[in-house]
């Protein structure tokens, strides 16, 4: 009998009371869930500032670099915008003195037709010659299709005579059709010799063979002359 007690209470497995056990174990179960927590809290904080990308100083210093450069930008902008006003003006001054030297050398040519005209009127072989004349026509293009500037000169190589006047007429002639262009009021007076300015409209598709001008004076035969069409630009 005590034999078979003996091999019961060997199979058993003895374990010493710790009354202290448990409490450890619970208390370290709780330090291990609240570190897990900081854990996953420091964890959490390292990807939200990975995923903004930048700390609020870093966010700071990029605003400033972001005012410097717009800055810049418009200083540039404000120095473009003076530069492109400043060119300008010199282009705007460019094509003045370009218009202004273009008119002067248009009188200087004005001036040296009338002396010219003049030594011819004077000459000796004027004098053999004299009487109301259709000294020249000058054709000039201009920026209007169609329309041309004309010149015409007119003149009276007769020493000691008076003002002469009448009627000026002009015809267009081409493509067996003539079309009347006005010159000035359709009327000339002058001593020596007289210039008449314009600008003739065409119509469209009118192709010019030539000018014909007649001149009606009160006194004596009329006179009519003929000039091929060449408009130089």
Known sequence: ???????????????????????????????????????GLYAGSRYGTSTVGAT????????????????????????????????????????????????LLESITVLEDQVATYKRLLSPRAAASAGLNVDRLDLHATTSQGRVSYRLLLTQASRGAGETGGKVEARVVGEGR?????????RFAFQYFQSLTGEWQLPPGFRPERVDIVLTPGRGAPVQKSFRWEVQP
């Open 178 to 186: 003539s079309v009347p262009v006005p010159v000035g009021d359709n």
């Open 56 to 103: 609020p100083e870093e966010v700071e210093r990029l605003r400033q670099t972001v005012r410097m450069y717009a800055e810049r930008s418009k200083t540039m902008r404000d120095r473009a915008a003076v530069a492109q006003h400043d060119r300008q003006i010199v282009l705007d001054a460019t094509e003045q003195l370009r218009l202004e030297n273009k008119k």
């Open 1 to 39: 009998m005590f034999r078979r007690e003996r091999e019961t209470l060997q199979r058993l497995v003895l374990v010493p009371y710790r009354p202290f056990r448990n409490l450890s174990l619970g208390i370290g179960g709780v330090l291990l869930i609240i570190a897990a927590a900081l854990g």
